[in-house]
């Protein structure tokens, strides 16, 4: 009996013995930095307002990555640069675009060119004409009769139907996040089968325009009071060319138009849409800068941070991921205000293309650590102890996906506990995907995306023109900087790198395609 009461008695011990150690004090002083003194609304506004739209290879996305730079620089970050990671295509910008109605009466619509469509080659009046489906047949039914012709498809859906549901929510803090599915998750085969489906809208669209079309108006697929997604097509790639002006109008707008030209109203609309076309330079670039190790024997060992730079252009991609780089530069101030002197040298890597498949990720990585499609891996990659990556919108951290590395499940329990009263406590086996964390996953080294609160990030501003510094949240974004900056210094200054799951076998990386997105 003495002997078991003794080994009772021993179990809490060899518990605390074995649980993460974590420097109380110096998540004081992160708690304090990035709570109380906060940058996260200085940086918001100049990535968002100042810089504007940063559509990938953009004169946009090039004036903001510019400015990381030298903020980056300012704060006293070293190599600070824009990388190139390999070629992306022909750089494009809006300088001008309306569209409105004309007859039977005159009034601006809600509406936004598709990104990389091309101009009107001036202000256009024309008529309107109604395709049944966007088809070749449907074209050639038309005949003539489309020359000159702007074009609307019959809507999806022809009525607006009343939404009751809230467009902002948070998990419960009840929630038990150990169940969260997979997120986002996607095979390479499911997305490779739309190579055929692009490549079909591509010639209906080229078909359209030899018929004469002046423009296409694309109806909005999901979005409503005036919440456009326009996103955009692959005309930015090598041996494709926009056919025709395409332009994506508000779902009211199109039910209007579609209203009248049922009832047999003559429609007339003026149309100006000037866009601007660069191909001097056709690389994509990323930006990185970085806190240097001090440890003699850990300094050339990395511990990285990121999200994507790059924004689609109807808004100024505050949410999308405007958002994730704002947190992740406030980590890097946050650490360098506080004079910390990791061990491991500090990384943070924003990235170009993510919109367009991961581009600007995959290819700094391919650079740097190897390609998942053979596992032939560099010296480099033995050297990264951790990515961290935020790019679900500005809700706060609520967890942490541990993409299945079991491993270090513990040891981010253990860094969560300082922060359990801000609201995050949750880890997951789970994976989440469809960002910047796969590509360093993909050739094994341990790559992390936090759980964050929805807000309104898929109903309202993930690739639409509402996506702008009026839909960030301000004190969730502090609190998800304090936390990552917690989890990075700690990532810098533990003994051992962070574990890491088996290698996974040599396999083509999922948005590794044949065709441009």
């Not at 807000?455 to 702008?468: A, C, F, I, R, V």
Request: aromatic share 10%; hydrophobic share 40%.
């Amino acid at each position: 009996m003495r002997t078991l009461i003794l080994v009772l008695l021993l179990i809490p011990f060899c518990l605390l013995a074995q649980q993460e150690p974590v420097d109380q004090a110096m998540m004081q002083k992160i708690r304090t930095e990035g709570l109380e003194h906060s940058q996260i609304p200085v940086i918001a506004h100049y990535l968002t307002d100042v810089n504007g739209p940063r559509l990938t290879n953009s004169p946009g996305y090039t004036h903001a990555a510019k400015w990381v730079v030298q903020t980056l620089k300012q704060w006293g970050l070293q190599n600070a640069a824009m990388e190139p990671w390999g070629q992306f295509g022909k750089s494009w910008s809006l300088t001008g675009s309306y569209l409105a109605l004309k007859t039977p009466y005159y009034q601006p619509l809600i509406a936004y060119p598709k990104a990389w469509s091309t101009g009107t080659k001036g202000p256009i009046t024309a008529p309107v004409v109604l395709l049944d489906t966007l088809s070749e047949a449907a074209i050639d039914k038309l005949g003539a009769s489309i020359k000159g012709k702007i074009v609307i498809v019959r809507p999806r859906d022809t009525a607006l139907v009343s939404n009751f549901k809230p467009f902002a929510t948070r998990y419960a803090d009840t929630t038990d996040f150990s169940k969260l599915p997979d997120m986002y998750m996607l095979e390479r085969d499911d997305i490779a089968k739309y190579g055929d489906f692009f490549q079909k809208l591509y010639a209906v669209r080229k078909h359209l325009a030899a018929k004469g079309a002046a423009a296409l108006l694309n109806a909005n697929l999901h979005g409503r009071d005036g919440t456009i997604f326009a996103d955009g097509r692959m005309y930015y790639a090598k041996g494709y060319t926009s056919p025709l002006p395409e332009v994506t109008v508000s779902t009211e707008d199109m039910l209007r138009l579609y209203r009248l030209l049922r009832s047999s109203q003559p429609v007339q609309l003026e149309m100006n849409v000037k866009a601007k076309w660069d191909s001097t330079d056709t690389k994509g670039y990323n930006v990185v800068g970085e806190i240097p190790g001090t440890d003699n024997e850990l300094k050339n060992q990395v511990v990285m941070l990121g999200g994507h730079l790059d924004s689609w252009h109807s808004g100024t991609g505050a949410t999308d991921d405007g958002a994730g780089c704002i947190v992740m530069m406030e980590v890097m101030r946050i650490l360098k205000t506080l004079g910390v002197q990791p061990k491991r040298t500090i990384r943070i890597a924003l990235w170009g293309g993510e919109e367009q498949g991961l581009l600007g990720s995959f290819g700094y990585v391919k650079k740097h650590y190897g390609n998942p499609a053979d596992m032939k891996l560099t010296a480099e990659q033995k050297n990264v102890s951790a990515y961290y990556n935020l790019d679900n919108g500005s809700g706060k951290i609520r967890g942490i996906y541990l993409q299945n590395n079991e491993a270090a499940g513990p040891i981010f329990r253990s860094w969560l506990e300082p922060f359990a009263d801000l609201g995050a406590t949750g880890i997951t086996s789970s994976n989440t995907g469809s960002t910047d964390h796969l590509s360093f996953d993909a050739v094994g080294i341990p790559g992390f995306q936090f759980i964050q609160d929805p807000l309104e990030y898929e109903t309202k501003t993930h690739h639409s023109n509402m996506d702008t510094y009026d839909h960030l949240s301000m004190d969730d974004m502090k609190q998800a900087a304090t936390i990552i900056a917690a989890f990075v210094y700690n990532t810098a200054m533990r003994p051992e790198m962070m574990p890491r799951k088996p290698l996974p076998q040599p396999s083509r990386f999922v948005f590794d395609l044949d065709f441009p997105l």
